[in-house]
């Protein structure tokens, strides 16, 4: 397995760890329409770890009644892991669920190993993948902020050069009151520098309005495929592994359509179910794409056994987002990683596929769907378009030029002094060209 984690991770990262994933008691899951199956839930958890290398040697569902607050876990439940802890010679334990500082603190104590829950692991991934300079400021704040009510280790390890934030390693010193003055400043200092950062987005953003393109941004859980997907339509070399939150900034490419329009592919960061708030804040700005995309297009595993309560936790993110019309409105669908499928699957996603006119079923690997997959974004787009008719002085050939390069001209008839035409465009060039004219 690869180590994106930069020199010197693996000194201070445990080596070996155990993964606990706190199952809810049938009774009280049966009560949450989204209740995931646990070996589900527990494969995607040690997915999680061994993404940023951690070598998981023990993982178990342990089922959760009346949660304790002391520990969450129950008395003699603590007692037998800490057996299995000692004997593996585990320095980790990732509890995939929400710990309290307190009960973070007395499982590391009774287990003398360090433990970390769920949003501490999201956030330690999301800084050892986060690449653009916005992207590790965003989690940097987010990590701080989780940070501060707990104070596991000092604020120091954040000026080292390296990926992650720090919830891996040991205890940290004692100078708690220092620790939350210097906590504080940084929060203050990062916010300041997002502020600029984000200013040079706009101008981006506005430079993208001058000559603009729809914009398609691929969403999705994550390794559901997207940067694959990606890569396959744009022929990029953006990282695609089979690993979860492979990417976490968003990438923009110019992509042809069979119809002969360009729009922007944007490819975004992988969701995952029980998102830290913390991170939904923080990337707001990050998935700003994915806010302003003409076309949403939503990314699916159909061979992963969750795949529905996978396409219900994106959609709940993309609502907490702000975009919860384009979500009623109906996302374009890619059903993704056919070729994982038995010939019984591959009939029910075909079935599902003639249900539903915004989904398409296609394999990034082998190419199967694509074709269909371009014609479907062609055709999303098209429902967008303004029908305009205008009459352009047939000495004005520049305008006459702009309307075939960016609209359909589907009627022109010329005079002997203009050409009356009649053009279907997408709503930002209706509105650039009637700013021409």
């Known amino acids: 397995m690869s180590n994106d984690r930069g020199e010197g991770d693996g000194e201070s990262a445990p080596s070996r760890a155990m993964v606990v994933y706190p199952a809810p008691r049938q009774a009280e899951a049966g009560r949450k329409a989204e209740a995931r199956l646990s070996d589900s839930r527990l ?6 770890a061994e993404a940023i290398d951690l070598m998981v040697v023990a993982a178990e569902t342990v089922p959760l009644g009346k949660p304790r607050p002391s520990t969450l876990l129950g008395q003699g439940t603590v007692e037998r892991l800490g057996m299995v802890i000692a004997d593996g010679d585990i320095g980790l334990v990732v509890i995939d669920g929400h710990l309290s500082p307190v009960q973070q603190r007395n499982l590391e104590r009774a287990w003398n190993a360090k433990v970390i829950d ?10 050892a993948r986060a690449r653009t300079r916005e992207g590790r400021l965003q989690v940097e704040l987010a990590a701080l902020s989780y940070q501060r009510s707990r104070l596991v280790r000092s604020w120091t390890h954040l000026e080292r050069q390296r990926g992650g934030f720090g919830f891996l390693g040991g205890p940290g010193e ?15 200092k990062l916010k300041k520098e997002l502020i600029e950062v984000k200013r ?32 396959r339509l744009t022929s990029s070399d953006v990282l695609a592994k089979d690993q979860l939150f492979a990417t976490l900034d968003p990438t923009m490419r110019g992509l042809t359509l069979p119809s002969g329009h360009s729009v922007i592919l944007s490819d975004t960061v992988g969701f995952v179910s029980d998102l830290p708030h913390e991170l939904v804040a923080a990337f ?73 006119p915004l989904a398409v079923a296609l394999s990034s690997i082998t190419g199967a769907g694509l074709p269909d997959f371009l014609a479907l974004l062609d055709k999303t787009l098209a429902a967008e378009r303004r029908m305009i008719d205008v009459d352009i002085s047939l000495t004005d050939g520049a305008s006459i030029a702009w309307l075939y390069q960016h609209g ?30």
């Open 118 to 127: 769920r949003t501490g692991l999201i956030l330690e991934i999301f800084g």
């Open 174 to 188: 004692t100078q708690i009151e220092a620790d939350r003055r210097l906590i504080g400043d940084r929060i203050a």
């Open 284 to 356: 707001r700005a990050t998935l700003e794409e994915v806010l302003e995309a003409d076309v949403v297009v939503h990314v699916r595993d159909v061979a992963h056994p969750d795949c529905e309560a996978q396409r219900a936790d994106v959609e709940t993110v993309l609502r907490e987002l702000g975009i919860g019309e384009t979500v009623d409105r109906g996302l374009v669908e890619a059903l993704n990683k056919i070729d994982l499928l038995s010939e019984a699957g591959l009939e029910m996603v075909t079935n599902q596929v003639g249900r539903n």
């Open 408 to 437: 359909e001209v589907v009627y022109r008839e010329d005079d002997e002094l203009a050409a009356h035409m009649t053009v279907r465009l997408d709503p930002a060039d209706a509105a650039r060209f009637e700013s021409r004219t």
């Open 43 to 48: 494969d995607e958890a040690v997915g999680l």
């Open 200 to 231: 040079t987005r706009e101008l981006h953003r506005e430079a993208r309005r001058r000559v603009p393109y729809p914009i398609v941004a691929l969403v999705g859980y994550t390794n559901a495929g997207k940067s694959t997907l990606f890569n």
